[in-house]
């Protein structure tokens, strides 16, 4: 592995998501890119490398990410046109054209595991040397004090990644933050982070016993967390707090509807 801000692993001329900076590859022999998820700071330098004769193989749903980061970025904004203020620098950087989808892709020495719930199409790569690369899947214990609402869309799709995690054989596990964990480190990770979840689960449930609006909702959530208060931030919220929202609706544990013009959510009242 490449140890960096965003960490990167290398296995037979493939890389796994790479650095901001391409400096750190020379003399490296790279055929292909395996990238986890369309964040730019997880193909910060795909372009240069591509532009170098590398061919970059994305998940399928997070092509449109990779290639375009604009519209990561209009996704955020409902598609509207947020201001530079209000975007986050992960979610900034080269666009990369792609030569092929992961799921269609298989290569001597590396599983793909597809690891959904930060991203829609989020994948983790499993080498042949039993080393799991979970880019975003896991926050490790360490991130939590800077990261206590860690980026997801689903977090119903985050839990059940996180259990495949634990069920499969490797020695290490490489988060794209953080430092390499073992095993038996991975075990106490995952558990933590389940059990994260289900702290900010209660919490929104609780804090929806009575009525509040959705920007209300992410008011309280961020409050209790001691989020850091800016506008990146605050849009990186709004999008989690949805994936929580999201995935309590769907579980019939809330409910949504709308009055006076406003959206309103509320914990179900035999809960
Ligand atoms: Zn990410």
Redesign the pocket.
Known sequence: MFPGVTNSGYRDGRLIDTAPDDAIYTDVDITEILIT?G?A??FACAAALRRAGSRVIAPREEVALVENPEVNIRGMFSWAKPSDEMVTK?FRGEGCFVDGYLDEWSGPGIQIIPLSG??LGHTGMLTADRVLFT??ALYIRELWDKHPLP?AIDVGLVKSSLDLIQGLDFDWLVP?HGHPVDKADSVLDIQHHVARIEAIEALVLRELRQPRTTEEIIARVSGRLGLKENPAQYWLSVTTVKGFLGCLLERQMIEFYVQDYAGYWRTIASL
Do not use: M, R, V, W
């Open positions: 998820h964040h700071d997880h992960l930060h991203t880019g975003d980026y794209a």
